[in-house]
């Protein structure tokens, strides 16, 4: 029985249904581990297939080429270390998310996972059937426990396996991002350690699957909660690990302590890499959007020069009457500041025209919202145009205040294929300006310095579909706006509450009508990254029709 193992974390980027690109990726990992002399190389949860493939586990074809995947993997192996990977299993009409292991040219289930999440963006008790926990795997007389992802939150199974003879953890997980979420994943784990006292391995994936993105920070944990190491978030990075047994028991050696960049980085990291990946797993190697010169599609415009460099975003100016020379000047800063190209198209001739068309329609009604929002949508007709001709996906750049109150046009401003600030409330907005012209980092394709004017920042917000609109014509002030939203949305908290918080109740009751009234826009609206653990789409399901209010 040895008393050292060597172990490769391989915290890496699968794509969902790319089984030949993750099984390439997982090999080169293999050969990474040989080559380094480990023992043993593991990857994260159900990483053959990528994560999340939602309804793709029920088709039996996916299921059938996942598996063969795995055992072509398997078959693939040479002489050198075991290979843990995680996939689903099909057994007798049942489904489980699995994890392999590969020696020896065969494919061992070792871990089926026992506890499904089901909650926030998990349906895991939809698709998968719970499995009983499951015991121990040996690598060189070494006794290994694998809780899979949520397994590792729960009690019960860290103790089963240890009390089945498991002499430390491993962990595959795919765990996505939310702000704060490494918190409260090493409280879970610290607990397990502590309980059980034996190190635990968390390894996690990274990269960006639809609106979901994985942040790694993969960590190993010594006996009493010490911290051995820590992988950087939101990196590829393949690490090999030394795992010991002294006369106190098993420990891990100490080795990279990568640090961990505060939220407001965090959040900007995370919206470059799920826009950099939707974009490249989807086939998209440009992006094009409005930029009106106000705050919002600045900040989208140096997320994407950020993710894909300034000669792969075009900026498009779509002037009307209503235009202030203003934003003209401030949507030119912003593309000279980035480096990427500007276009101007003015829409005053096709709005006359259109106008024109509907006249007699018209006729007798007074003029209102119905016109104001006929230059938001031509200006979406327009881009779209623009995005089928030339190959570029739209972005749209909605803020999460505006989503929430529908403060958006559909099948105007809302049209295009992604919003990188989907999740991302207005007042944030302006602090994620800041912090990106205060910081660069290598990461950034974009330049160093001042991105986003001062002028963008400060000016009062406005849609310029009329003269002299101020948002807060429409709208309470945004530092106003977002509590009560983020009490709403975040904390379910009732009306009586925020009244009770000291908020004007007609106020409340007005955000609380608006958030409802809404929902259909955001049932049609482009995904984004999750950032908060109330993200519109997979954690929050709410009806379209709904005639209930708070009138406690």
Known sequence: ????????????????????????????????????????????????????????????????????????LAARLGDGPALLIGGPVWDDDRHYNAYFLLRDGAAEIVARKHELPNDAVFDEKRLYTSAEISGPFQINGIRIGTPICEDAWHVDVAETMVE?????????????????????????????????????????????????IFDGASFVLNPGGELAVMLPPFDECIEHIVMERNADGWGCRRGTRAPQPDAYEQDYRAMVESLRDYLGKSGFSKVLLGLSGGIDSALVATIAVDALGPENVRCVMLPSEYTSDGS?????????????????????????????????????????????????????????????????????????SEVAVGY????????????????????????????????????????????????????????????????????????VLDVILEMLIEEDASVAEIVAAGFERETVKQVEHLLYISEYKRFQAAPGPRLTEKAFWLDRRYPIVNRWRDNG
């Open 1 to 72: 029985m040895s008393n050292s193992l060597k172990v490769t974390l391989a915290q890496l980027n699968p794509v969902v249904g790319d089984l030949a690109g993750n099984s390439d990726k997982a090999f080169a990992a293999w050969e990474a581990g040989r080559d380094a002399g480990s023992d043993l190389v593991a990857l994260p949860e159900m990483f053959i297939t990528g994560y999340q493939i939602q309804d793709l586990v029920k088709k039996p074809a996916f299921a059938h080429d996942a598996h063969a995947a795995v055992e072509k």
């Open 164 to 212: 089945s003879g498991a002499e430390f953890l491993l962990v595959p997980n795919g765990s996505p991002y939310h702000r704060d979420k490494l918190d409260l994943r090493m409280g879970h784990m610290v607990a397990r350690v502590v309980e059980n006292d034996v190190p635990l391995i968390y390894l996690n994936m990274v990269g960006g699957q639809d609106d979901q």
């Open 328 to 400: 003209l000047d401030d949507a030119e800063a912003v593309a000279s500041a980035l480096g990427c190209r500007l276009d101007t198209v003015p829409i005053k001739a096709g709005r006359a025209a259109i106008l024109e068309t509907l006249a007699p329609l018209f006729e007798g009604t007074d003029p209102g919202v119905t016109e104001e929002n006929i230059q938001s949508r031509l200006r979406g007709l327009f881009l779209m145009a623009i995005s089928n001709k030339f190959g570029e996906m739209l972005l749209t750049t909605g803020n999460k």
């Open 408 to 479: 958006a046009t559909i099948y105007g401003d809302m049209a295009g294929g992604y919003n990188p600030i989907k999740d991302l409330y207005k007042t944030r907005v302006f602090e994620t300006c800041r912090w990106r012209n205060a910081n660069h980092r290598s990461w950034m394709a974009g330049p160093e310095g001042e991105v986003i004017p001062v002028t963008v920042i400060e000016k009062p917000p406005s849609a310029e579909l009329r003269p002299d609109q101020k948002d807060e014509d429409s709208l309470p002030p945004y530092e």
